[in-house]
């Protein structure tokens, strides 16, 4: 399985962007973590793959929707009301063996696969 992430670029603060993840398999959870420079890597967002079962980093609840289209093999993160400290590399996961539970999601250890990421930068 390889995950393909795409949409990032230069958006000013307040702005929106839609990050995608083309899969070119089957997955289960996937979700997205994101590393800003000299920071440590941490999660995003993820669901699971009936796509009823979400999971949000507080920095981001209210402004970031994950959802996905098993049909299409992507996932998106439509992210709005973007600020600075959302500027970081955009990193798509995904776990290709079996659905994780709900409390996992946020946990990079769930995940098997990961992306090359995307950039995102939020201009104030």
């Known amino acids: 399985v390889q995950l393909q992430a795409s949409g990032g670029g230069l958006v000013q603060a307040g702005g929106s962007l839609r990050l995608s993840c083309a899969v070119s398999?089957?997955?289960?959870?996937m979700g997205w973590f994101r590393q800003a420079p000299g920071k440590e890597r941490q999660f995003v967002a993820a669901?699971?793959?009936?796509?009823?079962?979400?999971a949000y980093a507080d920095s981001v609840k209210g402004r970031f929707t994950i959802s996905r289209d098993n049909a299409k093999n992507t996932a998106y993160l439509q992210m709005n009301s973007l600020n600075a400290e959302d500027t970081a590399i955009y990193y798509c996961?995904?776990?290709?063996?079996?659905?994780?539970?709900?409390?996992?999601?946020?946990?990079?250890?769930?995940?098997?696969?990961w992306g090359q990421g995307t950039l995102v930068t939020v201009s104030s």
């Open positions: 996961v995904a776990r290709t063996t079996y659905d994780a539970i709900l409390s996992a999601l946020r946990y990079s250890s769930t995940y098997d696969t």
């Open positions: 398999g089957r997955t289960y959870a």
């Open positions: 669901i699971r793959r009936n796509g009823g079962s979400t």
